[in-house]
Nanobody
Framework: QVQFVESGGGLVQPGGSLRLPCAASGRIFSIYHMAWYRQAPGKQRELVAAITSSGRTNYADSVKGRFTISRDNGKNTVYLQMNSLKPEDRAGYYC???????????????WGQGTQVTVSS
């Protein structure tokens, strides 16, 4: 069993940046494919970015060029670097993990509790 805890959310002005870490418990973090989802009030959950166990990445069109997903297996942590933030990026951001990459497209087995990001002047 593995658990994930997100942090790093908060209030930021449009155009600003935030980095969201998601820390995993356990010693087998490296075998999991990881993703970040977000959900805004009244909207469907959206897959923002994903990274395979070997480091290959994929992004939603809405964040491509602004967000970067990365992982540090030595620290059991996956990161979401968010730059040039827009008001429409406001949402709860959730870390997601699965042993099979394809499952991340619909939500993998393991979820964090989420961290809130607000973009407002």
């Amino acid at each position: 069993q593995v658990q994930f805890v997100e942090s790093g959310g908060g209030l930021v002005q449009p155009g600003g940046s935030l980095r969201l870490p998601c820390a995993a418990s356990g010693r087998i973090f490296s075998i999991y494919h990881m993703a970040w989802y977000r959900q805004a009030p009244g909207k469907q959950r959206e897959l923002v970015a994903a990274i395979t166990s070997s480091g290959r990445t994929n992004y939603a069109d809405s964040v491509k060029g602004r967000f970067t997903i990365s992982r540090d297996n030595g620290k059991n942590t996956v990161y979401l670097q968010m730059n040039s933030l827009k008001p429409e990026d406001r949402a709860g951001y959730y870390c997601n993990a699965d042993r099979y990459y394809i499952n991340l497209k619909v939500g993998g087995d393991y979820w964090g509790q989420g961290t809130q990001v607000t973009v407002s002047s």
